[in-house]
T-cell receptor, first 117, second 115 residues
């Protein structure tokens, strides 16, 4: 069965420093997609970054980068130059298959990030 | 471009009642997925609708049902509410097309409390 594991229930980081949030996944599929979402206390899930299983380069979106290590089945999120507004829950999610068809996301339990001034 | 919207934002019901939650998909999207997020957990997939038909279902009982309308908006209906149905219900929309990667974009959610 497909599974996402986030082993850090909570993380603290000083403002302007970088932080890495861990995510490991388990799947027998060759084609899959990995996503990171941010959930502030308001509840809305905000899409941050995507990595496809066949992508050779690590994905980057502004201050967010995804450290994708396929052989280790890990997809860690790196946030550079942390800001106070980065304080939120962060969820790693996996989609089976890459395009079209059934599009179910499997989520991890999340990591709560607190950015301190 | 309007994002995903959901209504109502909050709802209080009593056990045994029925509830309908609504979702308007992002402009240009044709697929809607619903998730249940219990307190302190990650979202759990309920079902997905594509072109007005259920396109997949998670491990939820039949009292969870849904609809998708021609304008791609959607409803989630829950009958015979139980205390454990108390959760944040998230709707996500995406554009399903051949050969393209899909990203689900979420609405703000509806917080349901069952007493």
């Amino acid at each position: 069965a497909q599974k996402i594991t986030q082993t850090q229930p909570g993380m603290f980081v000083q403002e302007k420093e970088a932080v890495t949030l861990d995510c490991t996944y388990d799947t027998s599929d060759q084609s899959y997609g990995l996503f990171w979402y941010k959930q502030p206390s308001s509840g809305e899930m905000i899409f941050l970054i995507y990595q496809g299983s066949y992508d050779e380069q690590n994905a980057t979106e502004g201050r967010y980068s995804l450290n994708f290590q396929k052989a280790r089945k890990s997809a860690n999120l790196v946030i550079s130059a942390s800001q106070l507004g980065d304080s939120a829950m962060y969820f790693c999610a996996m989609r089976e298959g890459l395009t079209g068809g059934y599009n179910k996301l499997i989520f991890g339990a999340g990591t709560r990030l607190a950015v301190h001034p | 471009e309007t994002g995903v919207t959901q209504s109502p934002t909050h709802l209080i019901k009593t056990r045994g009642q029925q509830v309908t939650l609504r979702c308007s998909s992002q402009s240009g999207h044709n697929t809607v997925s619903w998730y249940q997020q219990a307190l302190g957990q990650g979202p759990q997939f309920i079902f997905q609708y594509y072109r007005e038909e259920e396109n997949g279902r998670g491990n939820f009982p039949p009292r969870f049902s849904g609809l998708q309308f021609p304008n791609y908006s959607s409803e989630l209906n829950v009958n015979a509410l139980e205390l454990d149905d108390s959760a944040l219900y998230l709707c996500a929309s995406s554009l399903s097309r051949v050969g393209a990667q899909e990203t689900q974009y979420f609405g703000p959610g509806t917080r349901l409390l069952v007493l």
